[in-house]
């Protein structure tokens, strides 16, 4: 059309480039973005908008977007909750609550979607500490509070945000309150709920709310289920979750995963070893989930022979030089004493490796044997492969030179990590302690004012 002389209209260019926000074609949709400019379309809010949607869709808010947002000369509600969803897409907290707070100072309407995209960034992630998790608690009741004033506590979707929120803020209380006044739930709003009391250590209350989700009518599905069997085992109620596991009608290997992990992580390595022998008994296929997990448990029991039958499976399903696997099978064969083996896999797969088998094969062939010679090998080609700033690899290292009376070397490693953790400074300290001939008093002291410095 283009290439043939004809102009398009605003209505054109919105349609195409609601097509490429549908294809995820970022391409296409730039190459919309510059015919809008020659055509001077660009601000155009019904263009900017359908612009600002690509973009966001497509994950070029913070490259492309936010300038089309500030070209535009009257951002309405649709452009404000447009950059706020591109930018919660992309990660960009501290951004997106900035754009939200502009919406609001510019007395632009806000609508459901727009508080459901500022509380999915206010939810807080895994790794986050508890001052996070307060922040995130408060800027959820404040988005909440807002939601009861504007007369939208009926929206569904918002108020699973809302449940989302209190949940990984671990405000079960909060949660509670707003499932209880919710107008409809679905089958995600009692999963919010089951989860966030499994993370609570609560399994009673996530096995109630499992009751009171099938006396409502609601089917439980696998991730309900999961769920409640992680929630069991947290407290310690391996029955529990047995039962929950076992009454599944149909077992998928994430939900497999999920049992196994649960027993080896709780160091009930043989029960993870037997459900695997049930999960093959049932010709499920495994993944590589399934085979690290069990691979660490054959390690931590130093069963050999399970472990090679381990490493038949790995062979057979295509997995053996997978990095996860490959660390398992590094750490089994390490753990039992079979080096040899454990290089053999290691240097087979060399150049795939990631930090976790770095991490095995020093652990296992130098701190267990006390292998000097195999650490100072190992520790040249963690240098040559640019892994040594690494803090898991640092800590290996330190471990390993510490386990063979190297206290020196494991020093020199020790004084070029720029952030000591917990970990670190125990390795060193107990180190010191087991060397013969090593002022456990004078060297501590040093390494302790270094710490506080």
């Known amino acids: 059309m283009v290439s043939q002389g004809f102009l398009p209209s605003r209505f054109t260019l919105a349609s195409v480039l609601s097509a490429c926000s549908k294809l995820l074609d970022g391409v296409t949709g730039m190459r919309c973005h510059g015919t809008a400019v020659k055509t001077g379309l660009d601000k155009n809010i019904f263009v900017g908008n359908a612009l600002l949607s690509m973009y966001a869709k497509c994950g070029l808010m913070v490259d492309h977007g936010v300038r089309v947002f500030e070209s535009l000369s009257g951002p309405n509600e649709v452009s404000f909750t447009a950059v706020i969803n591109g ?34 960034i206010s939810a807080p992630r895994e790794e986050c500490d508890s001052s996070n998790e307060t922040y995130c608690n408060v800027m959820g009741k404040q988005i909440h509070s807002l939601a009861l004033r504007l007369g939208l506590e009926g929206d569904l979707h918002l108020n699973n945000s809302l449940l989302e929120v209190y949940a990984k803020s671990k405000d079960m209380n909060g949660a509670e309150l707003v499932f209880g006044e919710m107008p ?14 499994g993370q609570e250590y609560r399994s009673d209350k996530s096995v109630e709310y499992l009751k009171r989700m099938r006396e409502s009518g609601f089917e439980p599905n696998e991730v309900t289920c999961i769920s409640v069997i992680g929630a069991c085992f947290r407290s310690g109620d391996f029955e529990t979750g047995q039962g929950i596991f076992s009454c599944m009608p149909h077992r998928s290997v994430v939900a497999w995963n999920a049992l196994l ?193």
Not at 101 to 115: A, H, P, T, W
Not at 349 to 366: T, V, Y
């Open 261 to 453: 992990s649960g027993y080896s992580k709780y160091e009930h390595y043989e029960e993870a070893i037997n459900h695997f022998r049930q999960m093959q008994f049932e010709n499920l296929k495994p993944d590589r989930t399934t085979l690290s997990v069990i691979l660490s448990s054959c390690a931590k029991l130093r069963l050999l022979e399970g472990g090679k039958q381990v490493h038949g499976v790995a062979i057979r399903t295509n997995m053996s030089k997978n990095s996860h696997v490959v660390s398992g099978l590094i750490a089994v064969y390490s753990e039992c004493e079979k080096m040899e083996i454990s290089e053999c896999i290691f240097d087979d797969c060399i150049a795939e490796l990631d930090i976790a088998c770095w991490n095995s094969m020093i652990a296992g062939s130098c701190s267990r044997l006390c292998s000097l010679l195999h650490g100072r090998q190992f520790h040249g080609q963690v240098v040559k492969s640019g892994y040594v700033s690494d803090s898991f690899v640092e800590t290996a290292l330190t471990d390993m030179y510490c386990k063979c009376g190297e206290i020196d070397s494991a020093r020199e490693i020790f004084d070029t990590v720029l952030i000591k953790n917990t970990v670190l400074w125990n390795e060193m300290i107990h180190g010191v302690r087991k060397t013969p001939g090593r002022s456990w008093i004078t060297e501590s002291n040093n390494w302790t004012r270094d710490c506080r410095k």
């Open 87 to 120: 930018l919660a897409r992309e990660d960009k907290v501290l951004e997106a609550v900035h754009m939200f707070r502009s919406m609001r100072e510019k007395g632009v309407k806000v609508d459901s979607v727009c508080l459901s995209n500022i509380l999915s």
């Open 184 to 197: 409809e739930v679905n089958v995600v709003s009692w999963n919010i709920m089951i989860a966030g009391f």
